[in-house]
């Protein structure tokens, strides 16, 4: 066992059989996305981060049937009472996870986060892999961003709700700043589907707030603490930053241009290198500041057309312009297209056509 942290509160954070385990030093309020003992409590005794993933390339290990069950099993293993205790779970290492407090005068917010959204990042609203009534369910893809979030004010039980409106609104800010893609649509993921999150404040304290919003300084420490956690932990996990970013294909995969896709594009083109030449030059290409930028336009008039935020025509004509910079000529004048779904087809394949004809060129 290993205590790496003591929390403004008191409670001290210890990282052991692939958990983080919080033992509370005092009676505590806790709001919880849990499965076991989750929602409102105010009898919890201690909270936990548990890996499910017991090393690279192997299923997430399952203590019992369902997922409830299993958070049961670990907090026995744990030491703890299943009946006092709650827990979340993920596939991210424990090794990576990120501790950030924010403070101001008496009081300070910490969020204690793991992550990882390569696998399973999605966007609220995106085609579902189940329906719960009919208990028939599609196996969901590794990913999770958990957040433990403390106070060391009490908060009403109404503050703990906001808290988490907050927290969650800062985890997607996380997720917007570092353009992070839904693995179900062509959007911007706003978290997982399997992200989890518990409130814990401390009900001993003098102080009790009763607003956590944005425009309260409460909830200006909760998007500061948690942004910031977010980012590090997943770079910590996967490396997703500003700098693995900064590639074309980071910013077109969504939209299904990928390695792969534009490869099979090229073969059908006769085109004449080697596949082993070609993902090299494709890499060298893709790193360049001023095609980044001009793809990163280019995929931002997608947004706006499928927000529809700008006509098909208005999108596609620009679209054309951006391409000439690209090509590094002036853009042809586009013809007129009939809906969103035809510009939407017609400018994916036209900048899959830019990207191969950049990769045939001679370094």
Request: net charge negative.
């Amino acid at each position: 066992m290993m205590r790496i942290a003591t929390l403004p509160a008191g409670d001290p954070v210890h990282r052991y059989d692939q958990c983080l385990v919080v033992p509370f030093a005092g009676a505590r309020r806790v709001l919880s996305t849990s499965p076991m003992n989750g929602g409102y409590r105010e009898d919890l005794t201690a909270v936990f981060n548990n890996d499910m993933n017991p090393g690279p390339g192997m299923a997430c290990r399952m203590l019992a049937p369902t997922y409830g069950e299993h958070l049961t099993a670990m907090a026995r293993e744990l030491g703890l009472d299943p009946e006092t205790s709650s827990g979340i779970s993920t596939s991210a290492s424990m090794e990576h996870v990120s501790i950030r407090t924010e403070s101001f005068e008496a009081l300070s917010v910490t969020a204690v986060v793991t992550g990882g959204i390569e696998v399973n990042g999605g966007r609220a609203g995106d085609p579902a892999a189940w329906y719960e009534a009919e208990q028939k369910a599609v196996p969901l893809r590794e990913g999770t961003i958990n957040i433990l979030l403390f106070f060391n004010t009490d908060l009403t039980p109404g503050a703990m709700a906001r808290a988490l409106v907050t927290c969650t609104e800062a985890k997607t800010a996380a997720l917007q700043e570092l353009l992070a893609p839904s693995r179900y649509s062509m959007g911007l993921a706003t978290g997982s589907g399997t992200d989890g999150t518990i409130v814990v404040c401390n009900a001993e304290a003098e102080i009790c707030l009763t607003d956590a919003g944005k425009h309260s300084k409460l909830g200006e420490l909760i998007g500061k603490a948690v942004k910031q956690a977010v980012k590090e932990a997943l770079r910590l996990q996967t490396g997703l930053s500003g700098e693995y970013q900064h590639q074309v294909l980071r910013r077109t995969d969504r939209f299904g241009i990928t390695e792969q896709s534009l490869w099979e594009d090229y073969r059908k083109q006769q085109g004449k290198m080697s596949r082993a030449d070609y993902s090299d030059q494709l890499y060298t290409v893709g790193r360049r500041g001023e095609l980044v930028t001009a793809v990163s336009l280019y995929v931002h008039l997608l947004d706006q057309l499928i927000w529809e935020l700008l006509s098909p025509q208005e999108t596609y004509q620009m679209g054309r312009k951006i391409l000439g910079i690209i090509k590094g000529r002036h853009g042809e004048e586009p013809e007129q297209l009939p809906d969103r779904e035809a510009v939407l087809e017609r400018m994916i394949r036209e900048l899959k056509d830019a990207l191969n004809g950049l990769v045939e060129e001679k370094p």
